[in-house]
């Protein structure tokens, strides 16, 4: 297949004509990843949500929200994988 023209348009592309570039997905910040899950499965009406990856800032920050009575139960898993 060629490229067809659409006007003054850019071609379409076929799939071998270009290559495919696949980004990874990078976490810029874990705690809005983890009260942005939070608030998708409150939506959702879901009692339990699992965060990962978690860190200090997110089990204090979590520990907090518990404290003042935001969240329920808090149950921390250490999977013995830091730093990996």
Request: charged share 25%; proline share 5%.
């Amino acid at each position: 297949l060629k490229p067809q023209w659409l006007g003054s348009r850019a071609p379409l592309r076929t799939a071998s004509s270009s290559p495919v570039h696949t980004a990874a997905m990078v976490r810029i910040s874990v705690l809005r990843d983890c009260l942005n899950g939070i608030c998708n499965a409150e939506k959702r009406g879901k009692r339990q949500v699992q965060v990962r990856p978690n860190s200090k800032v997110v089990i204090k920050f979590l520990q907090v929200m518990q404290k003042h009575g935001y969240i329920g139960d808090l149950e921390i898993i250490d999977d013995h994988r830091a730093g990996k």
